[in-house]
């Protein structure tokens, strides 16, 4: 079991990655908080889990309730929140209510955003089930559900009082969905880490088969980076978190464009940060074999490079309608060498369509999924 703390003084917590859910969990959130009652939410794939994680807070005296939602990212609607908004006052819920969120990034940032609007803010557990939510989306405290027009418009911040990460439960994803944890890992290394790329070019393989002591590594390792960055810009606010946003303006207009939950979110990450690194090579910022190591990674990983031919005028609208973007000029996070990337607000419009042209015409972007 490895334990790593996200500093952020009042509202520190704890990330615990371990393998196999037991008494140990029930003790975590004993320290974590100090909740009478609980609303777990979870999909219909990670029920039985879910339902193991109720077991455990009833043992310790605490009322449960449990809400089962469908899978897909349609889930993050304020429709939906308002559903789990019935839960919470069916349970009853007060303010010592803790909001338990078992699942992938989807579930995280729906119960996450509902735990941080309920009452004015309910406590919240992060117990991610997907190598996405594990590595990224589950640390930091961003919830949010989505606009029909924008990705994760409508959102906030609300810190979990921890993270329980339970590694046992990547045996069973989908493939599909663990390739596209895979890209949101490969992220860590071209934002911040060269070593960490690098090492991920070596180990494709035996990443691809699950290795479990890799995984922990990988898990471990993407954690820390999450947490001194958010710990140094909780909000986004400096320039310093916005790193981990690289190939995400891309990525979100992809979702927006292919209808959400057609493209898994990483799988979107995976093309945008091809995307974003041409757009870096255009500028002069970085050779083009930069571009192609992180092509070569993601392809042998199992993941798209290229996005489909859809409307660019769609696909740059949807980027200006991006949290990202600020005067209504888009925001990029373009690398400046391996391990390395900064933000630019100064990117020509015309710029991005070449390079979306340019890559919609690859045999990549044929069509995926
Ligand atoms: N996924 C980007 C962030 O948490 O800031």
């Not at 921890?162 to 493939?175: A, E, K, N, Q, S």
């Not at 895979?182 to 960490?196: I, M, Q």
């Not at 710029?351 to 979306?356: A, F, H, I, T």
Request: hydrophobic share 45%; charged share 25%.
């Amino acid at each position: 079991m490895t334990t790593l703390h996200v500093d952020l003084g009042p509202r520190g917590y704890d990330i615990v990655v371990t393998s196999g859910t037991d008494a140990a969990l029930a003790d975590f959130i004993r320290r974590c908080c100090s909740a009478t009652s609980a609303l777990v939410v979870t999909d219909r794939v990670v029920r039985p889990h879910a339902e193991q994680v109720g077991e455990l807070l009833r043992q310790q005296g605490l009322r449960t309730g449990l809400a089962v939602r469908p899978p897909g990212e349609e889930q993050k609607s304020l429709a939906v929140a308002a559903e789990l908004y019935d839960a919470l006052l069916d349970l009853p819920a007060d303010r010592r209510t803790l909001v338990v969120a078992v699942g992938g990034g989807v579930i995280g940032d729906l119960a996450g955003f509902v735990a941080a609007t309920y009452a004015r803010g309910l406590d919240l557990l992060m117990v991610p089930t997907t190598l996405l939510a594990m590595v990224d989306s589950s640390v930091g405290g961003k919830v949010a559900v989505n606009h029909p027009r924008a990705k994760n418009l409508i959102g906030c911040f609300h810190q979990p009082r921890g993270v329980w990460i339970d590694l046992h439960t990547l045996r069973t994803l989908p493939d599909r969905e663990y390739r596209s944890g895979l890209a949101e890992v490969v992220k860590y290394g071209v934002s911040l880490d060269a070593d960490f790329f690098a090492w991920l070019e070596s180990n494709a393989e035996r990443i691809l088969r699950r290795d479990p002591e890799l995984l922990e590594h990988i898990v471990v390792r993407c954690c820390r980076l999450k947490a001194d960055i958010v710990a140094r810009d909780e909000r986004d606010e400096t320039g310093l978190r916005a790193v981990l946003n690289y190939g995400h303006t891309f990525a979100h207009a992809f979702e927006t464009a292919a209808g959400y939950g057609r493209w898994l979110h990483g799988e979107a990450v995976a093309a945008g940060m091809v995307c974003a690194s041409r757009l870096a090579e255009r500028r002069g910022l970085i050779p083009s074999q930069l571009t192609e190591r992180q092509r070569a990674l993601l392809s042998r990983l199992g993941l798209p490079t290229a996005p489909e031919p859809w409307d660019r005028a769609v696909l740059l609208a949807a980027m200006r309608s991006d949290k990202k973007a600020l005067a209504g000029k888009m925001r990029f996070i373009l690398p400046r060498r391996l391990g390395e990337v900064a933000l630019f607000d100064d990117v020509a419009a015309a710029d991005v369509e070449s390079v979306l042209a340019e890559l919609q015409r690859t045999p990549a972007a044929a069509g995926h999924a």
